[in-house]
């Protein structure tokens, strides 16, 4: 399984962009979805995750009311909709995937097997 995550570019602050992530197979297969993100000289940290089955989602504190994860199973694709983006969310986004990640582990990296090349969003004026 491969996953290509898509949609970074350039937005100025209070913008909005959508993140894609396509799976080359079923989504069914994972239990958790989950986007993560890179800025420069810092380590990469949990954005948010969503359930592939009942779709709950968790968002990390400095995103949450921001942004939105949701999917489509029959498309097998995940998004994250990024509005109100500010500067210091500045990073290369990296989409993950796990088949046995449970909830305690959705923030831990170790914890998923699949992951796609990032994407970079930069929010600057």
């Known amino acids: 399984v491969q996953l290509q995550a898509s949609g970074g570019g350039l937005v100025r602050p209070g913008g909005s962009l959508r993140l894609s992530c396509a799976a080359s197979g079923h989504t069914t297969r994972f239990r958790y979805m989950t986007w993560f993100r890179q800025a420069p000289g810092n380590e990469r940290e949990f954005v948010g995750s969503?359930?592939?089955?009942?779709?709950?989602?968790h968002y990390a504190d400095s995103v949450k009311g921001r942004f939105t994860i949701s999917k489509d199973n029959a498309k097998n694709t995940v998004y994250v909709q990024m509005n109100a983006l500010r500067p210091e969310d500045t990073a290369t986004y990296y989409c993950a995937a796990s088949s046995s990640v449970i909830l305690s582990s959705l923030r831990t990296q170790s914890a998923y097997a699949y992951w796609g090349r990032g994407t970079q969003v930069t929010v600057s004026s």
């Open positions: 969503i359930a592939v089955s009942g779709g709950t989602t």
